[in-house]
């Protein structure tokens, strides 16, 4: 299978390469400085030129707070470039697996959001990002959606580094508890975003490791998997934080996988097993 992967040099995308290449596929790892999504006639000529079976559509704007001072590069980067992507995908027959985000759904509703939720974003980046899924369906109604939440991966900035980094510097660490959702590691993510790009298998999917936890919480996990004292964490609710951040952030950003459980197919391992080993990787 011939792949080409947007935004090859990001967190996730570093890991879609290397999950299809140990699979033996034929890889194009299209980073920022080879391909903007943003420029159509670019992505049409490197889409009609590489003629891949399938493209791992990763590139984003997901700097959640900027994305509120600069909503034109937010709808660009996140829904224009769907649009360019999706386009090209149906010129050169090419499936389209498409990354979206827990950031669609405005996380007040208390049971975790499955696939047939109405989408309804509090901030300028989830609806950006809400609007490039209504792009890559309108255009390729085959296409593959992949919903996901608080990735972490080796590469690139996330939240696990964030916290060690905390740690070495810090006595005391504070996170909201009051903020819920499904960590996702990219090294569980990218072997199944690949199995969906295979099977070719369209609509929204959520996919997601298991377990579902506050920031709090998890950043006593952290702690916990590099043999430090949890207790050094201190949970504090989202409206006593100081400076308040741009962005709204879900409350509850917990998404059920319902459309993998029904279709039989084994879900992301708990969230404690992946966080262990990337931690030990990281220290």
């Not at 050169?92 to 405005?106: E, K, Q, R, W």
């Not at 459980?261 to 391992?269: K, N, Q, S, T, W």
Request: contains cysteine; negative net charge.
């Amino acid at each position: 299978m011939r792949v080409l992967v947007t935004g090859a040099g990001g967190q996730l995308g570093r890991d879609v390469v290397a999950a299809c290449e140990q699979a033996g596929d034929d890889v194009v790892a299209a980073e920022r400085t080879r391909l903007d999504v943003t420029d159509r006639d670019a992505v049409l000529g490197s889409v009609l030129s590489v003629r891949p079976d399938v493209v791992v559509h990763t590139a984003a704007w997901t700097a959640v707070d900027a994305c509120e001072s600069d909503p034109a590069r937010a709808y660009r980067d996140n829904a224009l470039a769907v649009r360019w992507v999706a386009e090209a995908c149906a010129r050169g027959d090419a499936h389209l697996v498409h990354l979206s985000t827990d950031y669609v759904f405005d996380g007040e509703q208390t049971e975790p959001y499955v696939e047939w939720d109405q989408p309804a974003p509090r901030s300028v980046y989830g609806r950006s990002k809400c609007a490039g899924e209504r792009e890559a369906a309108g255009l390729l109604p085959g296409a593959t959606i992949v919903r996901t939440s608080w990735v972490c991966g080796a590469q690139g900035a996330n939240m696990v580094k964030t916290i060690l980094r905390l740690a070495a510097q810090q006595d005391r660490l504070t996170f909201v508890d009051d903020q819920r959702g499904h960590p996702t590691f990219t090294a569980d993510l990218a072997p199944m975003i690949r199995r969906l790009a295979v099977d070719r298998r369209p609509g929204v999917h959520h996919v997601t490791n298991q377990g579902a936890v506050s920031w709090f919480e998890f950043a006593q996990a952290v702690l916990t998997a590099a043999g430090l004292d949890p207790g050094r964490v201190s949970p504090i609710a989202t409206r006593d934080l100081v400076p308040a951040r741009p962005a709204p952030r879900p409350a509850n950003s917990v998404l059920d996988n319902v459309v993998l459980r029904m279709a039989g197919i084994r879900l992301l391992p708990d969230y404690h097993e992946p966080l262990e080993q990337l931690v030990k990787q990281l220290v």
